[in-house]
């Protein structure tokens, strides 16, 4: 046990050393699966904290404005660039094609209500595929991580098995050290597996609230452009909006 966690080598330069060819392109591709992770959780992490700050930020200004005017002002500006200010920028492009372009917007509804409503809808699910970009890898990797490690555990097994096999020495000593090596495959497949569990599920359940938000945001949109910004601002008052 101190000669394979010696100084000289640790124990995953031994198995590498150790390992055949089929085993390192194993150990390979869960490296690369774990930095494929990794990388994913980091990225899309960072960008649902900005996300959020810039949404807080862009309510708390939507909420204080006092006319559609100023709502159109401020998200025409550079620094809104969260999924609320997009919806509203995409009601608001919506509410113009309606008043400049009625004959353009009859040919996409029926009316000018099912025509906004559209707009909103199409924003929503552009949000939401934006949200859930990069899920599919993290469910593809938490998925095959264990199966590939297994993989590489068999393959591991088989091999030693052959050389105790060649050496004609199945003492204790013997197997356990190449068998155990082989064990280590299927704990590198969970040690990649697992954080891509956990970051889906905390991102799913995430994205389920924000496009809960999302849609919630809409009917406030769609009330404030065909009922008005005062009757908008009092039906999301006596909702409890803010």
Not at 55 to 69: C, D, V
Not at 88 to 116: I, M, N, V, Y
Not at 172 to 185: C, F, N, R, S, T
Request: glycine residues 8%; aromatic residues 6%; hydrophobic residues 45%.
């Amino acid at each position: 046990m101190t000669e394979f966690f010696g100084t000289d080598s640790s124990w995953l330069a031994h198995l590498m050393h150790h390992d055949n060819t089929a085993g390192r392109v194993i150990a390979i591709l869960m490296l690369l699966m774990s930095v494929g992770s990794w990388a994913v959780m980091v990225i899309k992490g960072l960008a649902m904290v900005s996300e959020k700050r810039q949404a807080r930020r862009f309510l708390a200004q939507f909420w204080s404005s006092r006319n559609l005017h100023q709502v159109a002002e401020h998200v025409s500006s550079q620094e809104c660039n969260d999924p609320f200010s997009r919806i509203t920028r995409a009601g608001l492009k919506a509410s113009e094609q309606l008043q400049h372009g009625p004959t353009q917007a009859s040919l996409d509804s029926s009316s000018s209500d099912e025509f906004l409503t559209r707009s909103l809808r199409r924003a929503i699910t552009h949000e939401t595929l934006r949200l859930e970009a990069g899920l599919t890898i993290l469910a593809t990797i938490s998925t095959a991580a264990p199966f590939v490690g297994l993989l590489g555990t068999v393959l591991g097994i088989y091999h030693a098995l052959l050389a105790i096999g060649q050496t004609g020495q199945a003492t204790l000593d013997k197997v356990a050290g190449p068998v155990g090596e082989a064990l280590i495959m299927t704990a590198f497949g969970l040690g990649v597996a697992l954080p891509a569990v956990i970051a889906y599920n905390v991102f799913a359940r995430a994205n389920r609230v924000r496009i809960a938000d999302l849609d919630g945001f809409a009917h406030d949109i769609h009330a404030l452009l065909t009922t008005g910004y005062a009757n908008a601002m009092t039906n999301s008052a006596t909702r409890g909006v803010a």
